[in-house]
Each structure stands twice: as structure tokens, then as C-alpha cells.
């Protein structure tokens, strides 16, 4: 059974920084495409585009929303993704979300989803 289960989300002022991770299990971890996407309230859809995606060879990609301020990574050994959040602002408040999908670039058609991890930045 394929899980991705996020964790070390939770509630910080405006400036502070926030690292997310995402343990995966049930799948090939090595062969997946991995990202992060985050809904933010009020929005119906998920943001289309993951904020920040990580390919099978590490290169990484970020949304020009969050660029320079949050870091995605990933562990082989324990199949975990992460999400380093630094600068954090209010508008980063949102649900977020890791995916898997063995195509990249295209994340937001992903196979599987995390349930998603709450964060919320109090100005």
C-alpha cells in the first residue's frame, strides 16, 4: 500500500521557518518524481504547480512565489521529502501536500498524495 504521510507542519510567526517532511512508503522511491503543493484557505483547487519538485537526479524546481526562501530535498535512505520553509509570511499559509508521480514535470497530475499538513504564519 503506497503511503506519503507529512509531518512538522504547524503554527509560526511571519519570519520564522518551518521544515516539513514527508515520509514515503510503498513505492520505488529512486524512481518517483516528487513535489510539493499547498492549498491555501479559502481556495477550492490546490495551487496548480507544486511550489517546489525534486527529479529522480535532484534537480529541483521552485515556484517564483516561494524561490529563494524555501529549499526542497529528499533522503533515499528513509524515503523522506523535504520542505525547508525560511522567510515565512502570511501568505504562505496554506494546507500542504507532498506528491509522487513517475512523470516529471508534471506533478500536478500525480498518482499519489499525502493528506496533507496544516501551516500557519500569524503576522
Known amino acids: 500500500q503506497v503511503q506519503l504521510a507529512e509531518s512538522g507542519g504547524g503554527s509560526v510567526q511571519s519570519g520564522g521557518s518551518l521544515k516539513l517532511s514527508c515520509v514515503v512508503s510503498?513505492?520505488?522511491?529512486?524512481?518517483?518524481?516528487l513535489g510539493w503543493f499547498r492549498q491555501r484557505p479559502g481556495v477550492v483547487e490546490r495551487e496548480l504547480g507544486a511550489?517546489?519538485?525534486?527529479?529522480?537526479?535532484?534537480?529541483?524546481t521552485y515556484a517564483d512565489s516561494v524561490k529563494g526562501r524555501f529549499s526542497i530535498s529528499k533522503d533515499s535512505a528513509s524515503k523522506t521529502l523535504f520542505l525547508q520553509m525560511n522567510s515565512l509570511n502570511p501568505d504562505d499559509t496554506a494546507k500542504y501536500y507532498c506528491?509522487?508521480?513517475?512523470?516529471?514535470?508534471?506533478?500536478?497530475?500525480?498518482?499519489?498524495w499525502g493528506q496533507g499538513i496544516q501551516v500557519t504564519v500569524s503576522s
Open positions: 511550489i517546489a519538485g525534486i527529479d529522480r537526479d535532484g534537480t529541483t
Open positions: 510503498g513505492l520505488p522511491f529512486g524512481d518517483y518524481c
Open positions: 506528491a509522487a508521480h513517475l512523470v516529471c514535470g508534471r506533478l500536478q497530475e500525480a498518482s499519489f
